[in-house]
C-alpha cells in the first residue's frame, strides 16, 4: 500500500545543476501535483497536472518543469538550479470527484542548493 | 481570491488536555471544502479531518473535532486529550468546489507543543 512514493528524500545541488524529483503512486489518480514548503510557510503549488499528458502551472513554477507520461509518474525538474529552490517538495495525487475529496501526499523531498 | 488565514504562529497545551487552534477563512463563494492537515518532524503531511461546507454537523475524528461556523468564515481545530503524538505543525487549507484543480489554498501553519 505505497500511496505516493517521492525520491529522493534528500539531495544537496551546487547553484546550476539540475535534477529531477520523482514521483509515482499507486491509487489510479487523475490529479497530481507538485508543491514547495518553505521554512515557517505553508505550501506553494509549483505545477499539477489533471491527466496523463495535460500539465498546467501553479502559483510559483518558474525555475521547474514537469511532465506526465502515465497516470502514475510526475517527475519535477530543475534546471540551473538557485539557493532560491532550497525547500521542501511535496509530490500529492488525488481523484477526479473523490467523494472525500482528499488529496495524498508522500513523505518530502529535502533539496539543498549551495 | 482566497485566503487562509491561521493566526497563532504557536500553542502549547498540557498533555492529556484539550486545545483549539484557529483558522479563519476569507471566500465569496459558498460551496467549498476545509481541511486540517498535521506535520510533524518527519515532514509528511498528514490528513487530520476534512468539512464540507455545505454540512451544518461539524465534522469529528476521534480526538479531533472542529467547530464550523460558516458565517464567521471560521475552523477552528480541537484536539481532545492531548498526546505527545499530537506535537506537529497544523495547517489549514481551503478548497473551492468549483475549482476542478483541486488546488489547495493553505494558511501559514500553527507549531502545537504538548508538554508532558
Known amino acids: 500500500n505505497a500511496g505516493v512514493t517521492q525520491t529522493p528524500k534528500f539531495r544537496i545541488l551546487k547553484i546550476g545543476q539540475s535534477m529531477t524529483l520523482q514521483c509515482t503512486q499507486d491509487?489510479?489518480?487523475?490529479?497530481m501535483y507538485w508543491y514547495r514548503q518553505d521554512p515557517g510557510m505553508g505550501l506553494k503549488l509549483i505545477y499539477y497536472?489533471?491527466?496523463?499528458?495535460?500539465?498546467d502551472k501553479g502559483e510559483v513554477p518558474n525555475g521547474y518543469n514537469v511532465s506526465r507520461s502515465t497516470t502514475e509518474d510526475f517527475p519535477l525538474r530543475l534546471e540551473l538550479a538557485a539557493p532560491s529552490q532550497t525547500s521542501v517538495y511535496f509530490c500529492?495525487?488525488?481523484?477526479?470527484?473523490?467523494?472525500?475529496?482528499?488529496?495524498?501526499f508522500g513523505e518530502g523531498s529535502w533539496l539543498t542548493v549551495v | 481570491a482566497q485566503t487562509v488565514t491561521q493566526s497563532q504562529p504557536e500553542m502549547s497545551v498540557q498533555e492529556a488536555e484539550t486545545v483549539t487552534l484557529s483558522c479563519t477563512y476569507d471566500?465569496?463563494?459558498?460551496?467549498?471544502?476545509l481541511f486540517w492537515y498535521k506535520q510533524p518532524p518527519s515532514r509528511q503531511m498528514i490528513l487530520v479531518i476534512r468539512?464540507?461546507?455545505?454540512k451544518q454537523q461539524n465534522a469529528t475524528e476521534n480526538r479531533f473535532s472542529v467547530n464550523f461556523q460558516k458565517a464567521a468564515k471560521s475552523f477552528s481545530l480541537k484536539i481532545s486529550d492531548s498526546q505527545l503524538g499530537d506535537a506537529a505543525m497544523y495547517f489549514c487549507?481551503?478548497?473551492?468546489?468549483?475549482?476542478?484543480?483541486?488546488?489547495?489554498?493553505w494558511g501559514a501553519g500553527t507549531k502545537l507543543i504538548i508538554k508532558p
Open positions: 491509487m489510479n489518480h487523475n490529479y
Open positions: 487549507a481551503y478548497r473551492s468546489a468549483m475549482d476542478s484543480n483541486y488546488q489547495l489554498i
Open positions: 468539512q464540507e461546507a455545505y
Open positions: 500529492a495525487s488525488s481523484y477526479f470527484l473523490s467523494s472525500g475529496n482528499t488529496i495524498y
Open positions: 497536472s489533471v491527466g496523463a499528458g495535460i500539465t
Open positions: 471566500t465569496s463563494e459558498s460551496d467549498y471544502y
